[in-house]
């Protein structure tokens, strides 16, 4: 998973310390070995995540399915409504 700039992965909070910080993976991280898979996270939906830029489009066609607009992440269900915060998840 990519987020921000690059699409080589994300990494953020998690095992690693680095709590409440997630960001992309470039090349040069991967091949440096700065990170590991431990490190790694993906966003669960919301409105407070930042989605990598290459799958973006998968995320949004997936709750498009379930009504759910990727930009506000709130969605009607008859006459409830949601809105989701996000999150990061380890893989």
Same mark, same amino acid.
């Given at each position: ?8 992965? %994300?990494?953020?909070?998690?095992? %690693? ?6 960001? @992309?993976? @470039?090349?040069? $991280? ?5 990170? %590991?898979?431990? $490190? ?9 995540? @930042? ?5 973006? $489009?998968?995320y949004r066609a997936q709750l498009g399915k379930d009504g759910v607009d990727l $930009? ?20």
């Amino acid at each position: 998973a990519g987020v921000g700039r690059g699409q080589a992965g %994300s990494v953020g909070p998690g095992r %690693s310390g680095r709590a409440g910080r997630v960001v @992309t993976l @470039t090349e040069e $991280d991967v091949a440096a070995g700065r990170y %590991s898979l431990f $490190d790694v996270v993906m966003p669960l939906p919301g409105r407070a995540v @930042t989605y990598p830029p290459n799958m973006r $489009d998968a995320y949004r066609a997936q709750l498009g399915k379930d009504g759910v607009d990727l $930009d506000d992440c709130c969605a009607r269900m008859g006459p409830f409504g949601y809105c989701f915060a996000g999150n990061y998840r380890n893989i």
